[in-house]
């Protein structure tokens, strides 16, 4: 949906100077960001010594702004004549925020007004709620924990990676989520890795995802942690399960979570590969389970980096609450690196992690490919394999799996797996 412009023009009498007040605008639904703009006549021009152009300051006009439910967002005073303000990212001086709908108002500060008055124009353009493809990184360390780089140098190396997201999940703490980098054209997003000796569990999108302390001695205690980081909002993701040396020991059907790391960046193939095989019997067994997968990031090493691999979510925007639905929703797919093979798939509108009708026909999508790559196309009843020709980049086909549960996606290069998918369910 292209964005949409509201506008309106405000007159500031001289009676008005020194006071502040507000002039209301309408929010509509789905917008993920707005921008504001706004122009006036500051200074005045004047012919001085022949030749000379002299500018005297006659009008100031300050800007702060509260959103639909009286929230008041920031300032910028007449510094500035544009503004952003989105969740993942706004303008300095002002909070970032959901841009639900309702009666907004700019606080319009009638700082210096000139006789005769001063007139104002307000353009506020609204970007709505789209569907993209977003890269990303769930499992990444930095200082507040084991790490080598703090948050700031590690979303640096993510956005030069070509990420748009960054979880920040340090071991046991949730201190660094009190001050996350802002960076444009990066969301990140607060997280923490409850650590133990007999396994990991990321908790990804809550501030505080625990307020008591980490420590657990029993199986009903652990379960119980990950049980409190839901309770308090956050997506409970295994990490690395059955990794040899920080595997999950705690019974892996014995509670409850959301999400898999089915591929883990510093854990051996072998366990990846289990961890597959593991996932893909319950999926065989009708339970909806999505994964994702993470790089472990904790320095600079031959092939480690963020985004090795990522998670490729289709969000609605880049707010963190869509981001995070996306991966709950299993509308992901994980890529060996961030320039690794892409993938859309769709069956009656059902994308990747929803359900389309049994047998309907499914529409799959590839990019990035290589000559000499393998497509399988996977369900609960059999394979597909489907090679790659020589001069492939992009690949396009249309096949219905009649009496299957669901399908799901993998690109193998050179025997390495460099996309796996969440599955399209049929029910």
């Not at 790559?373 to 249309?398: G, K, Y």
Request: proline share 6%; glycine share 12%.
């Amino acid at each position: 949906m292209k964005p949409s412009q509201i506008a309106f023009r405000e007159d500031i009498p001289k009676e008005a100077e020194g006071s502040y007040y507000e002039r209301a605008f309408s929010v509509p639904e789905n917008v993920c960001r707005l921008d504001i703009h706004y122009e006036y006549r500051r200074y005045r021009e004047t012919e001085g010594s022949p030749g000379v152009r002299l500018r005297a300051e006659e009008s100031v006009v300050d800007l702060a702004l509260r959103d639909g439910r009286g929230n008041y967002l920031g300032a910028s005073g007449a510094g500035r004549r544009d503004i952003h303000l989105s969740a993942w990212d706004s303008s300095p001086g002002y909070a970032r925020t959901e841009t639900g709908p309702g009666e907004w108002a700019v606080i319009i500060g009638a700082y210096k007004v000139p006789e005769g008055g001063v007139s104002v124009l307000y353009t506020i353009t609204c970007t709505y709620r789209e569907r993209m493809l977003l890269k990303g990184d769930v499992h990444v360390h930095t200082t507040a924990s084991d790490g080598a780089l703090a948050a700031g140098d590690a979303a640096l190396m993510a956005k030069a990676a070509g990420l748009d997201f960054l979880f920040l999940t340090d071991h046991n703490g949730y201190a660094h989520n009190q001050a996350l980098p802002q960076l444009d054209g990066l969301t990140v997003l607060p997280g923490s890795e409850w650590t133990h000796y007999r396994g990991h569990a990321g908790m990804l999108g809550a501030p505080r995802p625990l307020r008591s302390a980490f420590c657990v001695n029993s199986r009903e205690e652990a379960w119980g942690k990950l049980a409190e980081a839901r309770e308090n909002g956050a997506l409970v993701v295994l990490n690395h399960p059955f990794c040899p040396s920080c595997g999950w020991r705690f019974g892996i059907r014995d509670g409850e979570f959301d999400l898999i790391e089915a591929v883990n960046g510093g854990t051996a193939p072998q366990a990846n590969e289990e961890c597959l095989r593991w996932w893909h019997g319950q999926l065989c067994r009708g339970k909806r389970l999505p994964i994702v997968g993470g790089s472990d990031f904790h320095r600079v090493e031959p092939g480690r980096q963020p985004g090795q691999p990522s998670t490729a979510v289709f969000a609605m925007s880049r707010s963190p609450a869509d981001i995070l639905s996306a991966l709950k929703r299993g509308s992901s797919f994980i890529m060996a690196w961030p320039g690794a093979p892409s993938l859309w798939a769709e069956a009656e509108g059902a994308i990747l992690g929803e359900a389309a009708g049994r047998g309907a026909e499914t529409l799959i999508r590839l990019e990035g490919l290589r000559g000499g790559d393998r497509l399988r196309l996977v369900t609960d009843l059999q394979s597909e394999e489907i090679p790659c020709r020589p001069d492939t980049f992009r690949l396009e086909l249309s096949r219905r799996f009649p009496g299957a549960r669901f399908v799901r996606f993998e690109v193998l290069r050179q025997n390495s797996l460099v996309l796996l998918s969440n599955p399209i369910y049929f029910s």
